[in-house]
């Protein structure tokens, strides 16, 4: 099905041009700068180090501070010797930033061990995965009808555009806020699909009700946590996710970002940052950073700030903007958490109709919205190190499940979605995305030299997207520093590149 993005890799596999050479044309007002500092060392904090290396060159120093664990979102546990993926797990073939870190690192792909999926209802299996992906593909058209090719029409058409960026950022142009980088790929429609619901895009489309209920709703469930709702770009951007070819890493997805630190030859320093204020002397702005680590406070100047961590709600990142005019603190939007619970133990088949456990032949399943489910998907779960011998274990046996819920499961929980367990793991994601927040996508530039990464979010939340948003932050401030206003916010960029090439 992805046969019709074949002429876009060819596309995307020829000679792409070097850019933001730092030897390129110097700065129209002097020095480089000095000093760069990135607040979070998620994927997103960690690729803009990379990439601000790339295009600033060895000489700038590049600071990166973590309050918690390198990685972030991207994070592990450890159960019975073996780690195991609590938060960001899949990545997408065509998520081509991803591909490069890891070829760059020299980490390797895990493998991916097949297993089947299910949809349950509360009482019943309502879709099931076979062996034969022509009879899956029969059963679905007879379910769903038209639905489900329209989907897979809608999907693709979004994606080959979406897939544009890489071209635009392969050519060095930068866009100043999310809304122009979509715009950029997508034109008005892309907007348009950051602000509707995930739902009315479908069934505007033709997709049936029951469609939407029995495949997308349950998609949305394990993905986000949340309901069709969603606006529609997320949704498509997750759909996406949901077709086959999707990979790993090999010994962990946070890997790539103690990795990118390292090759970005990026200071890791151990902080948490709580203040951020702008500091004129003469002609030079700069950005004095107060921070806490174990054992002390301090504070120090930097040229230019990325914020990559998400800043709005209540929750935020504890960064306060001091002094700056006008004024700004809270930025749009809000939260929901979404627990993550590892269990090493004997999954209770029973629960979805098949008392007899060697009969269940399902690795993940999948929920529709129903109101008394208290768990969003539960999943036989593969350790991030995959030895040639590994086999999933069998439902009769003991084995590592996630399940993902919206609140922390308790005991009775557990007991029912267990026949027994040795062990369980919780991990709290707070805080996490919620959309449909109608008051527009946060800003990525905050003041001058000031970037926010995490916006990007608003139009998906994924590794990739905070990639693509890492490498934009740093060809922005790269252009910005060196006051190249024809790289930034272009238009007509397709046609542009074609007659550039
Ligand atoms: C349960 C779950 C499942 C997911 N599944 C997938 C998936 O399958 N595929 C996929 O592509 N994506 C998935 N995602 C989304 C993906 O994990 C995120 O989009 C991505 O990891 C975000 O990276 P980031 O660097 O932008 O933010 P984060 O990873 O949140 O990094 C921000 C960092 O900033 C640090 N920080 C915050 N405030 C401060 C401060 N004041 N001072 C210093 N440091 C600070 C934090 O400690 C954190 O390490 C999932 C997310 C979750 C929670
Ligand atoms: C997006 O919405 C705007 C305003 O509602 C509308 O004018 C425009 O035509 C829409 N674009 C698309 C492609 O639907
Ligand atoms: C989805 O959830 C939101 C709140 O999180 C709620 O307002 C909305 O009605 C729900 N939509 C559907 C279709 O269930
Ligand atoms: C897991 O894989 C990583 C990456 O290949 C490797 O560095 C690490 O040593 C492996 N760990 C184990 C326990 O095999
Ligand atoms: C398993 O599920 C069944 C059916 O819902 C339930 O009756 C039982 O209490 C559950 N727990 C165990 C330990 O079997």
């Given at each position: 099905?992805?046969?019709?993005?074949?002429?876009?890799?060819?596309?995307?596999?020829?000679?792409?041009?070097?850019?933001?050479?730092?030897?390129?044309?110097?700065?129209?007002?002097?020095?480089?700068?000095?000093?760069?500092?990135?607040?979070?060392?998620?994927?997103?904090?960690?690729?803009?180090?990379?990439?601000?290396?790339?295009?600033?060159?060895?000489?700038?120093?590049?600071?990166?501070?973590?309050?918690?664990?390198?990685?972030?979102?991207?994070?592990?546990?450890?159960?019975?010797?073996?780690?195991?993926?609590?938060?960001?797990?899949?990545?997408?073939?065509?998520?081509?930033?991803?591909?490069?870190?890891?070829?760059?690192?020299?980490?390797?792909?895990?493998?991916?061990?097949?297993?089947?999926?299910?949809?349950?209802?509360?009482?019943?299996?309502?879709?099931?995965?076979?062996?034969?992906?022509?009879?899956?593909?029969?059963?679905?058209?007879?379910?769903?009808?038209?639905?489900?090719?329209?989907?897979?029409?809608?999907?693709?058409?979004?994606?080959?555009?979406?897939?544009?960026?890489?071209?635009?950022?392969?050519?060095?142009?930068?866009?100043?806020?999310?809304?122009?980088?979509?715009?950029?790929?997508?034109?008005?429609?892309?907007?348009?699909?950051?602000?509707?619901?995930?739902?009315?895009?479908?069934?505007?489309?033709?997709?049936?009700?029951?469609?939407?209920?029995?495949?997308?709703?349950?998609?949305?469930?394990?993905?986000?946590?949340?309901?069709?709702?969603?606006?529609?770009?997320?949704?498509?951007?997750?759909?996406?996710?949901?077709?086959?070819?999707?990979?790993?890493?090999?010994?962990?997805?946070?890997?790539?970002?103690?990795?990118?630190?390292?090759?970005?030859?990026?200071?890791?320093?151990?902080?948490?940052?709580?203040?951020?204020?702008?500091?004129?002397?003469?002609?030079?702005?700069?950005?004095?950073?107060?921070?806490?680590?174990?054992?002390?406070?301090g504070s120090e100047l930097y040229d230019i700030v990325v914020l990559a961590t998400p800043l709005q709600g209540?929750?935020?990142?504890?960064?306060?903007?001091?002094?700056?005019?006008?004024?700004?603190?809270?930025?749009?939007?809000?939260?929901?958490?979404?627990?993550?619970?590892?269990?090493?133990?004997?999954?209770?088949?029973?629960?979805?109709?098949?008392?007899?456990?060697?009969?269940?032949?399902?690795?993940?399943?999948?929920?529709?919205?129903?109101?008394?489910?208290?768990?969003?998907?539960?999943?036989?779960?593969?350790?991030?190190?995959?030895?040639?011998?590994?086999?999933?274990?069998?439902?009769?046996?003991?084995?590592?499940?996630?399940?993902?819920?919206?609140?922390?499961?308790?005991?009775?929980?557990?007991?029912?979605?267990?026949?027994?367990?040795?062990?369980?793991?919780?991990?709290?994601?707070?805080?996490?995305?919620?959309?449909?927040?109608?008051?527009?996508?946060?800003?990525?530039?905050?003041?001058?030299?000031?970037?926010?990464?995490?916006?990007?979010?608003?139009?998906?939340?994924?590794?990739?997207?905070?990639?693509?948003?890492?490498?934009?932050?740093?060809?922005?401030?790269?252009?910005?520093?060196?006051?190249?206003?024809?790289?930034?916010?272009?238009?007509?960029?397709?046609?542009?590149?074609?007659?550039?090439?």
């Amino acid at each position: 099905m992805d046969r019709s993005l074949l002429p876009l890799f060819a596309v995307l596999l020829s000679p792409w041009t070097a850019v933001g050479d730092p030897e390129g044309p110097a700065p129209v007002d002097g020095a480089p700068p000095s000093k760069i500092a990135v607040v979070g060392a998620g994927i997103g904090g960690s690729a803009t180090a990379h990439f601000l290396r790339q295009h600033f060159g060895p000489e700038v120093q590049v600071d990166v501070f973590e309050k918690g664990e390198v990685g972030g979102r991207l994070a592990t546990v450890t159960v019975n010797h073996n780690d195991y993926e609590s938060g960001g797990s899949i990545i997408h073939s065509l998520n081509l930033h991803m591909q490069e870190f890891v070829k760059q690192l020299g980490l390797k792909y895990r493998r991916s061990i097949a297993g089947k999926t299910a949809v349950f209802n509360g009482k019943e299996m309502i879709l099931e995965e076979t062996d034969w992906y022509l009879l899956d593909l029969f059963r679905l058209w007879w379910r769903y009808g038209i639905s489900f090719i329209r989907l897979q029409m809608w999907v693709e058409e979004i994606m080959e555009k979406f897939m544009r960026i890489y071209k635009y950022q392969a050519h060095g142009y930068a866009f100043s806020s999310v809304e122009e980088l979509l715009d950029s790929l997508g034109g008005s429609g892309f907007i348009n699909m950051t602000r509707r619901p995930l739902s009315d895009s479908l069934l505007e489309l033709g997709v049936s009700q029951r469609f939407i209920d029995e495949v997308i709703a349950p998609v949305m469930r394990v993905n986000y946590r949340q309901n069709v709702s969603i606006p529609a770009f997320i949704g498509a951007v997750s759909l996406a996710g949901a077709q086959n070819n999707l990979w790993a890493v090999e010994g962990g997805n946070k890997l790539v970002c103690s990795g990118l630190l390292k090759i970005a030859n990026a200071n890791l320093r151990q902080a948490q940052v709580n203040a951020i204020s702008p500091v004129q002397s003469g002609e030079a702005l700069q950005y004095q950073l107060s921070f806490t680590t174990a054992a002390r406070t301090g504070s120090e100047l930097y040229d230019i700030v990325v914020l990559a961590t998400p800043l709005q709600g209540s929750v935020g990142s504890g960064v306060q903007f001091q002094g700056f005019s006008p004024p700004f603190n809270q930025l749009p939007g809000n939260y929901h958490s979404t627990v993550a619970t590892i269990v090493h133990g004997y999954l209770n088949t029973s629960f979805f109709g098949f008392p007899d456990p060697r009969l269940f032949p399902f690795a993940s399943i999948l929920t529709t919205e129903t109101p008394d489910l208290f768990f969003n998907s539960v999943a036989s779960v593969c350790p991030v190190n995959i030895s040639t011998g590994f086999r999933r274990k069998q439902p009769q046996e003991a084995g590592v499940y996630k399940v993902f819920s919206p609140q922390p499961l308790d005991k009775s929980q557990l007991k029912t979605l267990f026949r027994s367990y040795y062990s369980v793991q919780v991990t709290e994601w707070q805080p996490y995305s919620h959309y449909g927040s109608s008051q527009g996508l946060p800003p990525v530039e905050l003041h001058s030299n000031l970037y926010y990464l995490n916006g990007i979010e608003w139009a998906g939340s994924a590794m990739e997207m905070s990639s693509v948003a890492a490498k934009n932050i740093a060809l922005l401030a790269y252009h910005r520093w060196n006051r190249q206003t024809d790289m930034v916010d272009q238009r007509d960029l397709m046609h542009r590149i074609k007659t550039e090439l």
